[in-house]
């Protein structure tokens, strides 16, 4: 195999932009959603990765961690009522697996960490909405036992 010579005038420039999106509320699509566990190795999380699809920063990525299972059981209640926050937005009335949240397209409420700790200034997802006549899930509805991802051990 021979390698071919590359000119860079032939490469497009990108503009990796890492600086936060304003503040606001944005419409995202959940482009990948993975099982984790906890640096702890006593809890589970949900990765969402998110891609901003309107009103503006179109294509910038996004992520944010739903705790479903944590020792603290403050954070695990937040985690969860994220969860359900997503999924009545989504109109999903049971999940069996967070790859069931792919290609949900939800509301998102971003605000801005401000940097900390060695850290530079990142967005935050703080809340999660349905989007226009999207038909939200029942509140109320009932599912048969815990999924085995979000089952307290």
Not at 36 to 47: A, L, P
Not at 55 to 60: L, M
Not at 140 to 153: C, R
Request: charged share 20%; glycine share 8%.
């Amino acid at each position: 195999m021979q390698f071919e010579t590359i000119n860079l005038a032939d490469i497009p420039e990108t503009t990796n932009d890492y600086s936060p999106i304003p503040a606001g509320d944005y419409v995202a699509t959940i482009k990948d959603a993975e099982l984790k566990i906890t640096k702890s190795g006593t809890g589970q999380y949900i990765k969402l990765k998110l891609e901003v699809v309107a009103p503006s920063s179109t294509g910038r990525v996004l992520f944010s961690n739903l705790n479903i299972r944590n020792d603290n059981e403050t954070a695990q209640n937040i985690g969860m009522a994220q969860l359900g926050s997503i999924m009545r937005a989504a109109g999903i009335a049971s999940v069996s697996n967070p790859e069931q949240l792919v290609g949900t397209t939800i509301g998102i409420k971003v605000t801005i960490k401000e940097a900390q700790n060695g850290y530079e200034a990142q967005n935050e997802v703080k809340a999660y909405k349905a989007v226009g006549n999207a038909p939200p899930a029942a509140a109320n509805v009932a599912t048969k036992g815990t999924p085995p991802w979000a089952a307290k051990k």
